[in-house]
């Protein structure tokens, strides 16, 4: 059994802390896991990130990965470090829900790619992360479920809808987790959390065995503590796929080597553009702050900043609540209580009403609204009114960031108008889908994004900062965000993510 | 736009294959509401000769190889089902009393 100050530092450590001592013989896979096994003891109880663990098969790949390495076997760099997986993506013989009633019980046949790709590095996967329902929602409160917290504050929302990845990652209970971004569910959880989540260029990570909510905007992508870990584990799952007809193929990521490359601290020649828009009236004052003095710390490193103004960034949302549920209806149609996951007979059941009734008990409200509203905007009255002229002005939204790209390497805005807050605070589902207005551009544009700390507000509450690229750049956005993390490190007197209450330790933010 | 009607709820959720309760009806016409009219401000924006976009990605289609790869046993997708019988899903009636 290992000491208290023991399992302090080890959960602590950055993946890549992990992967070196492992390789220096300082460190099994073993005592990760048992040191991470401790910590969601007694953590989980109060985030509530997880919605199974999977321990006794993470030992076994710790096991297996400790062997090969005593007998000098040439190993991924990895190997035996631990990662937890939003429930929104399948795993082979672990029980996959998104969160909702619909899939409870429900036990895949196979991985998905970015799975196999964790098990082909010798990753041992501790546990399934909580979300909002099928990644609907902004706080992970739809969780058909429990809710998730904040590790910074029990009583406020990790963001949503991979709170539980976020929220892992960010009280250490893990170092790395994988998300699933369709309008910000990576990012905007980073940003509430102090923690770095990255989506990655459309096409670049296999979505295949991602549940699908709406595929034009999906994208799988890491979150962890540093962007140097989420660059590994980006190189660890990009790549073509087969089993993906929109995956890019014959592209080989060097995400890591950016990232490092970033840590120098040099941006000169790098053009940021600020996004004008994405600030004001909603954002409030703490996080434009936060933002103003991270842009200050970019051209503090050679870079050349000027405010872009964005005509169409503020209608991403408008598009987005069209075209998202549009493709949610027609995705959640596979729900039907036929060939797998719930199914409710009422009376004299037909296989129509078995299916209305199944779907009526399987959804939460927040699903069953979408489903509404894309049955709605694809109806023949309103398909032309609504969907194709969303589509259209999906159109015009990507010609703004071309534009934009002709001057500009990277744009930059806050990740999201407020920090965290209070569970049950945001009830009105308008108002709640405003927290993804600066998140949802990148997916409708399918460009790469991410979000790192910036600092603290008047709270305490970590302050999320979010750099773009263009399409398939996704290595010059590791390479500035880890320069900002650097920048942001030394004025803070050490990095954001160490600021965090152990939630282990009794009296610690109980 | 106008209200949404109960009727038209009703309808939707039909065409969606949802059962509602009449309190979810009353929820959804309202929420609807809000939603619907928070997006109708893109109709504000000139979209004449503009192309709709279906798929962010910018590169042509590519398709794998045709080859046949391997498929997933049915004794194991049919262990997932509510109800089997021969290697078989087995369903509700198809013919109801409309």
């Given at each position: 059994m290992m000491s208290g100050a023991d399992k302090d530092e080890i959960v602590t450590l950055t993946a890549s802390q992990m992967s070196e001592a492992m390789k220096k013989g300082d460190l099994s896979s073993r005592e990760i896991i048992e040191a991470e096994l401790e910590v969601a003891k007694a953590v989980d109880p109060k985030t509530?990130?997880?919605?199974?663990?999977c321990f006794n098969s993470a030992f076994m790949v710790a096991d297996a990965v400790d062997q090969a390495r005593a007998l000098g076997q040439e190993l991924p760099d990895l190997a035996g470090v631990p990662i937890v997986v939003k429930d929104m993506i399948v795993t082979k013989g672990v029980e996959t829900t998104a969160a909702s009633k619909i899939l409870k019980g429900w036990v895949p046949p196979y991985d998905a790619t970015c799975v196999e790709k964790l098990k082909e590095n010798g990753m041992p996967m501790l546990a399934k992360t909580n979300l909002d329902e099928f990644a609907q929602g902004s706080s992970t409160e739809n969780s058909a479920f429990h809710p998730t917290f904040n590790p910074w504050d029990l009583e406020r929302v990790p963001g949503g809808s991979g709170g539980g990845s976020a929220a892992a990652v960010s009280s250490f209970e893990s170092p790395l987790a994988l998300g699933t971004d369709t309008g910000g569910s990576i990012r905007q959880p980073a940003s509430f959390t102090g923690s770095v989540g990255m989506k990655p260029t459309y096409g670049r990570v296999s979505r295949y065995g991602a549940i699908s909510m709406a595929s034009s905007l999906d994208q799988i992508g890491p979150c962890a503590r540093t962007v140097e870990d989420a660059a590994m584990l980006f190189d660890a799952i990009a790549g073509y796929d087969p089993?993906?007809?929109t995956s890019i193929p014959d592209f080989p990521s060097s995400a890591l080597k950016a990232a490092k490359e970033g840590k120098k601290g040099d941006l000169s020649g790098i053009r940021v553009g600020i996004?004008?828009?994405?600030?004001?009236?909603?954002?409030?004052k703490d996080v434009t702050d936060g933002f103003l003095r991270g842009v200050n710390l970019l051209s503090s490193m050679g870079a050349k900043v000027e405010e872009q103004s964005f005509p169409h960034f503020l209608h991403g949302i408008q598009i987005y609540y069209i075209l998202m549920p549009a493709e949610v209806s027609s995705n959640m149609s596979r729900y039907d209580g036929m060939r797998y996951g719930l199914r409710v007979m009422p009376p004299d059941a037909t296989a129509a009403s078995m299916m209305a009734a199944t779907r009526e008990q399987g959804f939460g409200a927040e699903v069953k609204r979408r489903i509404m509203l894309g049955t709605y905007v694809l109806s023949s009255g309103q398909y032309e009114k609504m969907y194709v002229a969303a589509q259209k002005v999906r159109t015009v939204l990507i010609k703004d960031f071309e534009r934009a790209f002709q001057s500009f390497d990277v744009l930059v805005c806050p990740?999201?108008?407020?920090t965290a807050f209070k569970a049950g605070e945001v009830v009105d589902p308008v108002t709640m889908y405003k927290n993804d207005i600066a998140t949802i551009p990148a997916n409708l544009a399918g460009l790469p994004a991410i979000s790192i700390p910036a600092g603290l507000d008047s709270l305490g509450l970590p302050i999320g900062f979010q750099i773009m690229a263009n399409r398939q750049k996704d290595e010059l956005v590791f390479k500035v965000a880890s320069a900002l993390q650097e920048a942001v490190s030394r004025e803070n007197e050490g990095p954001i993510w160490n600021k965090v209450p152990r939630l282990w330790k009794s009296g610690e933010n109980d | 736009m106008s209200d949404f009607s109960y009727e038209q709820v009703q309808h939707l959720a039909k065409l969606a294959c949802i059962a509602l309760s009449d309190e979810e009806i009353e929820d959804l016409k309202k929420d609807l509401q809000g939603i619907v009219k928070s997006v109708a401000l893109i109709s504000d924006i000139d979209i004449s000769g503009v192309e709709p976009t279906t798929n962010p990605l910018t590169l042509p289609q590519h398709l794998r190889e045709d080859v046949s790869g391997e498929t997933l046993e049915r004794d194991v997708l049919l262990e997932q089902a509510p109800e089997c019988e021969d290697g078989m899903f087995v369903t509700p009636r198809i013919l109801g009393d409309e």
């Open positions: 509530e990130s997880y919605l199974a663990t089993k993906d007809s996004i004008a828009e994405a600030g004001g009236e909603g954002f409030s990740t999201s108008p407020t | -």
